[in-house]
């Protein structure tokens, strides 16, 4: 079974009790400057490194927040779909 986005984004809001818009509305913010900059500069993706995390933008848009550190990915296992 998959999970869509919106599905999680609604379990998150409705049995979470998260506010997703006023998170979406703060993490913006939290970001505006970044971009400000980066648009000054002529820069269309950028990351910002804040708390621990990777914000990674991409033509004014937040496309990933990953740790920051060294990648540590363990190998996974080959899946039906990834075979030639």
Do not use: Q, W
Request: proline fraction near 6%.
């Amino acid at each position: 079974m998959k999970i869509s986005d919106h599905a999680f984004v609604r379990f998150l809001e409705r049995v979470c009790g998260k506010d997703v818009e006023t998170t979406r509305t703060n993490l913006a913010a939290s970001l505006s400057s970044a971009a400000e900059a980066a648009a000054t500069l002529g820069m269309r993706r950028f990351t910002v490194l804040a708390d621990g995390m990777k914000y990674i933008v991409a033509d004014g848009v937040l496309v990933t927040v990953v740790p920051d550190g060294p990648a540590e990915r363990a190998p996974r296992p080959l899946r039906e779909r990834d075979e030639p």
